[in-house]
């Protein structure tokens, strides 16, 4: 047994040296090349270029005119594979009976102190207007529609340890809310994707082409840049991402003994 252990123990300081060798030569043992590459130089010239805008995205922002433009069926492919994923989760801890919830509601639900609650409350609500901001300003500056639904993710999490689960449902954090506003999400993107096939354009097509009849999504809204169709996008991904993240948080935080007795009342027949 004590030579199983020792031998366990020397592989993990092997396997550590290796791993910390890996990140070391990763970060100082590669050098960049000084001159861009062609592809990021394609995208950097012609982003935002009003001089020429054959290929222009009318986004400053170029990660995310690439994500959504120039490589936008990526996206839009990697977008609905996260949905799966959720549908995936919220299937494997579906309830048989969510009727055992209403049981339960408000039993057995500590909260922790005054401090926390009322330091929790100021965070939570940064966090969400930071979250909201990181949606709208994703096709001007860094950030986009993943990036604010994983900032908002961590809301409901810090709500449900400092409150409770119950609590983040009365706020109007529910199950159903989220299911309806995750598909208005995904709905959003696809309708703003197949827009411009039904005009005569192609599919994800962002701004005017000389081949294309299609007039492309507006630029501006008044004052405000909209970047085309990248706008609309980051909106679509915040609600898919953010009400995705929300649906499997509030699955996770029910208490064991809801499943145990839904599983119950399953083998029973009940």
């Keep these: 047994m004590e030579s199983v252990k020792a031998l366990f123990i020397i592989l993990t300081i092997i396997a550590f040296a290796l791993v910390i060798t890996y990140i070391s030569y990763g970060t100082i043992g590669y050098s960049p090349k000084e001159e861009i590459r062609p592809l990021g130089e394609c995208f950097v010239k012609y982003t935002f270029n009003e001089e020429e805008k054959t290929w222009w ?7 995310t005119a690439a ?3 120039y490589r936008g069926l990526d996206t839009v492919y990697e977008t609905t594979v996260f949905y799966l994923a959720v549908i995936g989760c919220l299937a494997i801890f579906r309830l048989s009976k ?3 919830l209403r049981e339960l509601e408000g039993k057995g639900e500590v909260e922790l102190t005054v401090i926390v609650k009322v330091i929790t409350s100021i965070v ?13 300003h994703g096709h001007i500056t860094p950030g986009g529609g993943f990036q604010a639904g994983s900032a908002f993710a961590v809301a409901p999490l810090l709500l449900i340890a400092a409150f409770s689960r119950g609590f983040l449902e009365k706020l109007g954090f529910k199950m159903n809310i989220s299911h309806i506003l995750r598909t208005l999400g995904l709905l959003i993107i696809a309708f703003v994707a197949v827009l411009p096939l039904l005009l005569s354009g192609f599919i994800l097509q962002n701004q005017p082409k000389p081949w294309a009849i299609f007039p492309g999504y507006p630029v501006k809204l008044g004052p405000f840049e909209l970047g085309g169709s990248l706008f609309f996008f980051d909106i679509g991904e915040y609600l898919n991402v953010a009400m995705g993240f929300l649906a499997i948080f509030l699955l996770i935080s029910l208490p064991e003994k809801v499943f145990k007795k839904d599983m119950e009342g399953v083998e029973g027949g009940g």
Excluded: G, R
């Design 98 to 100: 969510p009727l055992f």
């Design 57 to 63: 995205a009318a986004s400053p922002e170029t990660v």
């Design 67 to 69: 994500l959504w433009d």
């Design 124 to 136: 939570v609500a940064a966090i969400l207007l930071i979250s909201i901001n990181i949606a709208l």
